[in-house]
């Protein structure tokens, strides 16, 4: 068992990760089920970039992934791998709404996201670990994985 399972902060973190995934499943599930794009017009300066990702089709892209990663921090499915995909998101909200448009909504949702995602990325961050080496060589995905699930089962 790790020291973080015994730590009475994995109750923390449950509840950053449970109310990050409620978040985004929120966000998410507002378009994909009530078709809900918001009005960019009231937006400031972030409006035109908004409006662009729109009639792309990015903004829908990322409104479905949101209800999928949101999904896998539920129901604790793959959560190192969805933070990391959520970080891409979060940077671009946390940029927008911090530098961008500075309102006090955004100014809140920047925040947020940047404590929630950071913390969550903290708490996570030993599966990361081997990211950080130096010095690597060519390893397949396959022989990675499993890799890890013979260490997990030493422990």
């Not at 921090?73 to 961008?100: E, K």
């Not at 010095?135 to 396959?142: I, N, Y």
Request: charged residues 10%; contains cysteine.
């Amino acid at each position: 068992m790790h020291a973080a399972e015994k730590s009475p902060w994995k109750y923390l973190v449950l509840w950053l990760r449970l109310y990050f995934a409620i978040h985004y499943l929120a966000s998410g599930l507002n378009f994909v089920i009530f078709n809900f794009v918001p009005d960019f017009s009231h937006a400031g300066r972030v409006g035109p970039y908004l409006h662009a990702m729109a009639d792309i089709g990015f903004y829908q892209v990322i409104k479905y992934l949101e209800v999928v990663l949101g999904t896998m921090l539920l129901f604790n499915l793959a959560v190192p791998l969805a933070l990391i995909v959520m970080a891409g998101i979060s940077v671009t909200i946390i940029y927008l709404n911090l530098f961008i448009s500075p309102a006090p909504r955004q100014l809140f949702t920047g925040l947020q996201e940047l404590l929630l995602n950071g913390a969550l990325l903290l708490a996570y961050g030993g599966y990361y670990a081997n990211f950080c080496r130096v010095k690597t060589r060519p390893l397949w995905f396959w022989d990675g994985v499993s890799h890890a699930s013979r260490a997990e089962t030493r422990e």
